[in-house]
Each structure stands twice: as structure tokens, then as C-alpha cells.
């Protein structure tokens, strides 16, 4: 509701500012490109909006490095903000007009979360992710019917190109997205597809569907008293909803040796929860920027000894996997579930990069993670 009122403020500004413009003689509003990526990576955006007072840019993803935040107004009424160089990469953002969040109107580029829509601007430079010309896989939104949740969720599709054409049964990759994010996410701004589309090409990776599934099961607001993030039932919709859906709708391979799951920080979680619950079912894991958020400890230390580090149930798990930035929040988490993991005789991989909690680190885990899966 925020985020459509703020369509209406924003087609208000805009229509005013048209109306001004033609009142003046000016004909109409002046031609607008946002945003723009020039040559040298700096990036420019812009707004037309002549009759409000201020002008910033909001990011999750940009880093604080980049300033100005504030927008400069021409005689034109036209806002423009020059950011950079930005190193490559996928960056979301909205624009702040007067107080009132905005998307840029001139960018149908979008990313959606959990509870609002972003603007997207993709800075190239980084050959694993950008569009190059090579085969596309196709990426397709799913709606299904949830038995546990008791209505329509969706979830996002990867087939590898070729699949269409293809009698073939696939390995099947799940993978599931972060905090505040939805099943959007990891196309949208992660870039999932067109890594996997440049692996596949190059032949470093096997041919898989991926399948991306909304992690929330509720509204942000929707956790409880503290207003947080729902996620109450995930993981009983994951194994009696998603998985036979797909199973079911797609040529998959469903032996244990064509499985795979992995996520980002609360997918990394999610990831943890499945694998340890199920670990007949999936014989690659892995876990990016997160590790076992303890509720408590002890249960958390049992169960794993009980699932996936029984040594029955570890003789088909072929990879473990962890990959967590130097200056990421959860780094100390990781590594203390690393360790407990250690304590039981798994042996998972550990791989402790550069900077944070962002989604460079996640296209990057990503882009190193594919390649090992289904490697018979």
C-alpha cells in the first residue's frame, strides 16, 4: 500500500510538473534517461520533478562509499545525481522525493522483496554475471497450490537451455533467498540465471533447474509482536508442497546424487534446517553469509548428530559448503557452526572471503558453488 501510494505522489509530481512546464510556453516536460551507465562506470540518475524541494537516493545495495546521496536541480526541473565509478555489479534503489519513497519511473528494471519493489541498475564488468551471447535458460514464475500454508504461493523456475527440446531428466538445485527478500531476489538482483547460463556455456557446470522459492510465509509485519518477518512454516511447505510440485511438474532426476540446496544468510539458515531434517535428500548443501541460528543450542547439537552427521546418512553427502565474508555480521555464526559440524564428523568447506553482506558475495558464492554440484 506504501509503495502504490507513492506511485500516485510521484504521478502527481509529475503531472504537475508537466502542467507548469506548458504553462510556461515550455511545451513538454524535457526528456528524461534514467538511469544512464557511462563508459567509465559512473552511473547517472534523474527525476523530473520541478516543483518539489529535495531529492536523495536510498540503496540497500550501493555502498556508503558512493556519495553524494543528494540530487542537484537544474533549470530544466530535471533532478540528476552522478554515483561513481561503481564497481560492476547489480545495485537496487528508490528515490526519495520530498519525504515520499519513489521508484525511478524511467527504469522498468525492477526487484521486488518481501515488502516493497526496487529499482534495478546492473553496471557491467563482471563476465560470470553479465548478459554476454551465449544460450539462455529460461526463467519462469510458478504458482502452486500450498497444502500447508493453505493458499497460492509462487516460487521462480530455472530450466538450462535446452529444455524445452529435451526428453532428458535434470538434477534438481534448490536455492533459497535471504531476510527481507522474496523468490524474485536471486534473478532480479542476484543474477542467478545469467550465472548459470555463462557456467553452463563455458562448460564449468552441469546442466540443472534451479528453483527458487519464497522463503517468507507471511508479510513484513506479519512475525508476531515485533512486527518482523514471517517464516513460520517454510520448511513444512518446502517438503510437502515445493519439492513434490516440482518433482511432478518438471523431468527431474530425484535420486539423492541429483539434489542440491543451498541459501543466503536466513536461506543459508532455512538451507541448515532442510538438510539436517531430511539428510537422505540432498547430497550437496551450502550455506552463504549465515550458519545454524541457535534457538537453542543443545537441540540444534542433537539434531545434526541425529541427521546429517549420522554416519549412515553422511555416506551420500558429497559437499558441505560454506562461504562467508571478513567483515559479514555473521562470520562468528558461521564459524562456530563450521565447528560443530567438525565436532561430528562431517567435513565441510569453508571459505572465508572479503567484504560483507552483500550481494556481490552472494552472486560470487554462487558462481564457485555451481560448478561442484552433480559432479558424479
Known amino acids: 500500500m506504501r509503495f502504490l501510494t507513492a506511485i500516485c505522489v510521484a504521478a502527481a509530481l509529475l503531472s504537475a510538473g508537466n502542467a507548469t512546464a506548458q504553462e510556461k510556453g515550455k511545451g513538454k516536460a524535457p526528456a528524461v534517461v534514467s538511469p544512464e551507465v557511462k563508459s567509465d562506470r559512473s552511473v547517472v540518475f534523474r527525476i523530473f520533478a520541478p516543483k518539489v524541494a529535495t531529492v536523495t ?4 545495495d550501493l555502498p556508503a562509499k558512493y556519495k553524494p546521496r543528494d540530487f542537484k536541480k537544474a533549470d530544466t526541473g530535471v533532478w540528476e545525481l552522478t554515483i561513481g565509478p561503481v564497481d560492476p555489479g547489480t545495485y537496487r534503489y528508490v528515490f526519495n522525493v520530498d519525504g515520499v519513497t519513489v521508484a525511478d519511473s524511467k527504469n ?10 526496487w529499482s534495478v541498475v546492473h553496471v557491467p564488468g563482471s563476465d560470470f554475471m553479465d548478459t554476454t551471447n551465449v544460450p539462455h535458460g529460461a526463467v519462469a514464475r510458478v504458482y ?8 497460492t504461493r509462487r516460487m521462480h523456475v530455472y530450466t538450462p537451455p535446452g529444455y524445452e527440446t529435451s526428453t532428458e531428466k535434470y538434477a534438481v538445485f534448490y536455492l533459497l533467498h535471504g531476510a527481507g527478500d522474496c523468490d524474485d531476489s536471486w534473478t532480479s538482483v542476484g543474477r542467478a540465471n545469467f550465472i548459470l547460463d555463462n557456467l553452463l556455456a563455458a562448460k564449468k557446470a552441469k546442466p540443472m533447474i534451479v528453483v527458487m522459492p519464497a522463503g517468507h ?5 506479519a512475525g508476531g509482536k515485533g512486527g518482523g518477518l514471517a517464516n513460520t512454516g517454510f520448511e513444512d511447505d518446502f517438503q510437502k508442497d ?3 510440485y516440482v518433482e511432478k511438474h518438471y523431468r527431474t532426476s530425484n535420486e539423492r546424487n541429483h539434489r542440491a540446496i543451498a541459501g543466503l544468510s536466513m536461506g543459508g539458515a532455512q538451507t541448515l534446517t532442510v538438510a539436517i531434517a531430511r539428510p537422505k535428500d540432498f547430497a550437496y548443501v551450502g550455506v552463504f553469509s549465515s550458519g545454524l541460528l541457535f534457538g537453542n543450542a543443545a537441540d540444534s547439537e542433537k539434531a545434526i548428530q541425529a541427521g546429517i552427521a549420522d554416519a549412515e ?4 553427502l558429497k559437499l558441505l559448503w560454506f562461504a562467508t565474508g571478513s567483515e559479514d555480521f555473521l562470520l562468528k555464526q558461521t564459524r562456530s557452526t563450521v565447528d560443530l559440524f567438525k565436532k561430528h564428523g562431517t567435513n565441510p568447506v569453508f571459505r572465508e572471503t572479503s567484504g560483507g553482506h552483500t550481494w556481490i558475495n552472494w552472486q560470487l558464492y554462487l558462481n564457485e558453488f555451481a560448478p561442484q554440484l552433480f559432479r558424479e
Open 57 to 60: 537516493i536510498n540503496s540497500s
Open 108 to 117: 522498468t528494471a525492477t526487484s521486488e522483496s518481501n515488502a516493497t519493489v
Open 144 to 151: 502452486y497450490p500450498s497444502s500447508t500454508l493453505k493458499r
Open 217 to 221: 510465509t507471511g508479510p513484513q509485519g
Open 242 to 244: 515445493i519439492m513434490p
Open 313 to 316: 546418512n553422511r555416506k551420500g
